[in-house]
């Protein structure tokens, strides 16, 4: 049975989408991480259909707290019996700050920063034990294009903030690369998504709504996620673009 954490999964977007993907296929066990286990929400996945001897586990990950993931991971362990994740996707984050350096407000990038990139890091610090059981254990963290410093000029739109806080999440990622030999980590940019999140931004920028479908960008990350190896993937950063494969860093 394979065993997948999934973040930021309560709401109506990609987290979403992975976990009911998931869970559709046998012999899953899918852990969604949900800032608010009470919300609609959060109690709405547990209506999600799920296939024979898969099973569906709820858990509280808010990615701004010190506590959550690791308290997550005991919970995993102790209540019901997991010893092992075979795939984290660090997926929760925020985004809706926009501004070019002379406007945006440094309160707001610090808060970025500490959800989109020391969050990913509380995540892993807690789940690195269990990916290291498995036999090939993937940290894949959902990135954007507005986050690469190499080609910072293919994507001039003014979110410093939300650019800036994904860089540190790249980073942590890359990282993980080299400093775990035994794990594939790698991060996949999905596109502009049509979520919540991604529609407001389209609107603020002049469009009626984002460009890719959620259910398109579920697909994408699902197919990166089951081919990716050490080798092919790990330390590489994907995009759904279909006029190029790779986005520079």
């Excluded at 509280?60 to 996707?89: C, E, F, Q």
């Excluded at 979110?159 to 775990?180: D, N, Q």
């Amino acid at each position: 049975m394979a065993a997948y954490l999934i973040t930021g999964a309560s709401r109506e977007g990609l987290g979403r989408a992975l976990v009911e993907a998931l869970l559709s296929r046998p012999e899953n066990t899918v852990i969604a991480g949900v800032r608010d286990l009470r919300s609609a929400k959060s109690l709405s996945l547990t209506d999600l259909p799920c296939a024979d001897s898969s099973r569906l586990i709820v858990v509280k990950i808010d990615s701004a707290s010190d506590t959550d993931a690791a308290d997550a991971a005991r919970t995993l362990s102790t209540r019901y019996g997991v010893d092992k994740i075979d795939v984290v996707v660090a997926n929760a984050g925020s985004g809706n700050v926009y501004g070019d350096l002379s406007a945006v407000n440094p309160g707001e990038v610090k808060d970025l920063i500490d959800v989109n990139g020391v969050g990913p890091l509380r995540l892993f610090q807690a789940v690195r034990g269990f990916l290291e059981k498995s036999e090939a254990g993937k940290f894949v963290l959902i990135g954007t294009p507005i986050a690469s410093i190499g080609a910072m000029e293919k994507a001039p739109w003014p979110m410093f903030a939300y650019g800036a806080s994904k860089v540190v999440a790249h980073y942590l990622t890359r990282k993980i690369h080299w400093e775990s030999q035994t794990l594939t980590a790698f991060v996949v940019d999905p596109g502009f998504m049509q979520t919540d999140m991604g529609n407001a931004g389209a609107r603020y920028f002049g469009y009626h709504e984002a460009f890719v479908p959620v259910e398109n960008s579920c697909q994408f990350v699902l197919r990166q996620i089951e081919e990716a190896t050490r080798e092919t993937l790990g330390g590489r950063f994907v995009t759904i673009d279909e006029s190029r494969k790779e986005v520079e860093w």
